[in-house]
């Protein structure tokens, strides 16, 4: 069973905005934090935001800062542009962090990915 399922695939036009979904009940054993990271064509996989379960912690890569929001299992994407372009990953750790991990590392589980797209 795969542990983290990611939702919420789309096409949408610049401004537009989407919703991406993780589903984690593939998975039993804590939960501590959980980290979106994003992969554009030819490039490496990227931060974009994470939170922490315990007290709520975010942070945000300053290209989304603003205009994503982060809670448990979703990330709710704004004033989307061409360059928010990208299969988008959640992942998840399952031990103690007291803030939520910024590279890919700081993760154990990970989705399969969602392709998000933003037409101009």
């Known amino acids: 069973q795969v542990p983290l399922i990611e939702s919420g695939t789309g096409l949408v036009q610049v401004g537009g905005s989407l919703t991406l979904s993780c589903d984690t009940s593939?998975?039993?054993?804590?939960?501590?934090?959980m980290g979106w990271f994003r992969q554009a064509p030819g490039k490496e996989r990227e931060f974009v935001a994470a939170?922490?379960w315990i007290g709520g912690a975010t942070s945000y890569a300053d290209s989304v800062r603003g205009r994503f929001t982060i809670s448990r299992n979703s990330l709710q994407m704004n004033s989307l542009t061409p360059d928010d372009t990208a299969v988008y990953y959640c992942?998840?750790?399952?031990?103690?962090?007291?803030?939520?991990?910024?590279?890919?590392?700081?993760?154990?589980?990970w989705g399969q990915g969602t392709q998000v797209t933003v037409s101009s």
């Open positions: 992942a998840l750790r399952n031990t103690y962090s007291p803030r939520p991990p910024t590279v890919p590392s700081g993760y154990i589980y």
């Open positions: 593939g998975r039993t054993g804590s939960t501590y934090a």
């Open positions: 939170i922490t």
